[in-house]
């Protein structure tokens, strides 16, 4: 269990730097201090529902179409980078993130640490049927100090259904968690999150795609050594080739000409 945090002021955006990458506000944080500010949120009353987003290369690509998207993540209460490539594109322009804070990895630091005075409660959104109570399984083996309240599997196309989301508003509603576990893959979290923010009890939503599968022993994670070299991509690549084999190459042809484009427009803003 971490330090209590409940009497502390609750962290707003004006405690750290963002800075402006790709067409859109990211915020300047390590792995600890955004803990520490999620943590923040949780720990305080109900008052609306915060959000957190987590770019990849692929979300970087998609953003540059996609006005929706841009909202969505102009919205956010964080915008925190996924993946090792972001964080060296980040680097080349000029413009240095501290540290990769993916979305698999805070969800687990998040859990680790609990709340101090009572249970974390925690909704698992999304994932294939029966995946979000398999995680939730695991969570209660692994974590003393939370307690998932909720667990949901929306059917496919539940996002053109209003009555789908009304279902997921209310069974949100019923049991008001503190962190809600959106695994719907991007854009569609994103995008769903955005649009019912309004509407939606629980105290911090977290966009973190596959996150549940991994919590559920579904998929696996690279091994560390992989991720230390910055090649967790080549590792979901290969265990998922025919999803995401043709999206990653699209992506790497794209992906190259946005970080130019930044450079070179960096440069020029600064001559
Ligand atoms: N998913 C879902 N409902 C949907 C679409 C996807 O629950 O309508 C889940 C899917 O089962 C998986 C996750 O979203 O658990 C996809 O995460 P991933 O990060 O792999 O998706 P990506 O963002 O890469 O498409």
């Given at each position: 269990m971490v330090a209590t945090l409940e009497h502390e002021p609750r962290a707003t955006h004006d405690d750290w730097p963002r800075v402006r990458l790709f067409g859109v506000n990211m915020d300047v944080l390590d792995m600890s201090s955004t803990l520490k500010i999620i943590q923040s949120w949780t720990a305080a009353p109900f008052d609306r529902c915060r959000y957190v987003v987590t770019p990849n290369v692929d979300h970087t690509v998609l953003l540059q179409d996609r006005r929706d998207l841009r909202d969505a993540y102009h919205d956010a209460d964080l915008v925190l980078a996924d993946g090792w490539p972001v964080v060296a594109a980040s680097r080349i322009v000029g413009k240095?993130?501290?540290?990769r804070v993916a979305g698999s990895d805070l969800v687990p630091r998040l859990l680790a640490a609990g709340l101090a005075s009572q249970p974390l409660r925690v909704f698992l959104l999304g994932a294939a049927p029966g995946v979000g109570e398999k995680a939730a399984r695991n969570i209660h083996r692994r974590y003393?100090?939370?307690?998932?309240?909720g667990v949901h599997s929306p059917p496919l196309?539940?996002?053109?259904r209003e009555e789908e989301s009304n279902r997921i508003l209310y069974l949100v509603g019923q049991t008001q968690p503190d962190i809600l576990v959106v695994g719907l893959g991007a854009p569609k979290q994103e995008l769903w999150v955005h649009a019912h923010r309004d509407q939606l009890k629980a105290k911090v939503a977290l966009c973190v795609g596959a996150t549940i599968d991994f919590i559920a022993g579904e998929k696996s994670r690279a091994p560390r050594w992989l991720q230390r070299l910055g090649l967790e991509w080549l590792h979901r690549i290969l265990s998922e080739p025919r999803r995401l084999a043709k999206r990653y190459a699209h992506d790497a042809s794209v992906f190259p000409g946005i970080v130019w484009r930044e450079w070179r427009d960096k440069g020029l803003a600064t001559r």
């Amino acid at each position: 269990m971490v330090a209590t945090l409940e009497h502390e002021p609750r962290a707003t955006h004006d405690d750290w730097p963002r800075v402006r990458l790709f067409g859109v506000n990211m915020d300047v944080l390590d792995m600890s201090s955004t803990l520490k500010i999620i943590q923040s949120w949780t720990a305080a009353p109900f008052d609306r529902c915060r959000y957190v987003v987590t770019p990849n290369v692929d979300h970087t690509v998609l953003l540059q179409d996609r006005r929706d998207l841009r909202d969505a993540y102009h919205d956010a209460d964080l915008v925190l980078a996924d993946g090792w490539p972001v964080v060296a594109a980040s680097r080349i322009v000029g413009k240095p993130l501290p540290e990769r804070v993916a979305g698999s990895d805070l969800v687990p630091r998040l859990l680790a640490a609990g709340l101090a005075s009572q249970p974390l409660r925690v909704f698992l959104l999304g994932a294939a049927p029966g995946v979000g109570e398999k995680a939730a399984r695991n969570i209660h083996r692994r974590y003393d100090g939370v307690d998932v309240v909720g667990v949901h599997s929306p059917p496919l196309g539940f996002e053109n259904r209003e009555e789908e989301s009304n279902r997921i508003l209310y069974l949100v509603g019923q049991t008001q968690p503190d962190i809600l576990v959106v695994g719907l893959g991007a854009p569609k979290q994103e995008l769903w999150v955005h649009a019912h923010r309004d509407q939606l009890k629980a105290k911090v939503a977290l966009c973190v795609g596959a996150t549940i599968d991994f919590i559920a022993g579904e998929k696996s994670r690279a091994p560390r050594w992989l991720q230390r070299l910055g090649l967790e991509w080549l590792h979901r690549i290969l265990s998922e080739p025919r999803r995401l084999a043709k999206r990653y190459a699209h992506d790497a042809s794209v992906f190259p000409g946005i970080v130019w484009r930044e450079w070179r427009d960096k440069g020029l803003a600064t001559r």
